[in-house]
């Protein structure tokens, strides 16, 4: 984890490098990095950490089967979050590639640039 004060973006591809993120789910039982609250928005989510709220994922909203009908039919009740993403506002994956795949393409590249590459050479 690389903490920067700006977006780093990759010398090979020049793409934006992968914000460093933290993974929250609701459980009902405790674990680690489980919520054990009823959270319905973003702001509810935001309220349990001092980061920034990057993602959510819900629960469908809770439903009952009408017999007369034959359907399912909602409750009413709001659907739940059961994860969210949270970064802390300045840490990236690293500060210079984007994957291990540009690293290995911009190291060729350098290499047959210097014009340096029998074996062992410095």
């Known amino acids: 984890m690389i903490t920067l ?12 490098i ?3 993120t933290d993974y929250h789910r609701r459980r009902t039982y405790p674990s680690m990095g489980a919520v054990d609250v ?4 973003k702001a509810d989510c935001q309220r349990l950490t001092n980061q ?3 993602s959510l994922r819900y629960r469908d909203a809770p439903t009952k089967w009408n017999d007369e009908t034959g359907q399912s039919e909602p409750t009413g009740e709001p659907r739940q ?3 969210f993403s949270t970064w802390d506002g300045k840490s990236y994956e690293d500060d210079l590639f984007c994957s291990r795949l540009c ?3 911009y190291g060729r590249h350098e290499a047959k640039l210097s014009g340096n ?3 062992g050479a410095t």
């Open 5 to 16: 004060d700006h977006q780093p973006h990759c010398r090979w591809c020049d793409k934006k």
């Open 18 to 20: 992968r914000k460093s």
């Open 38 to 41: 009823p959270l319905y928005s």
């Open 52 to 54: 920034i709220v990057l």
């Open 81 to 83: 979050v059961t994860e």
């Open 103 to 105: 690293a290995e393409f």
């Open 117 to 119: 590459l029998k074996r």
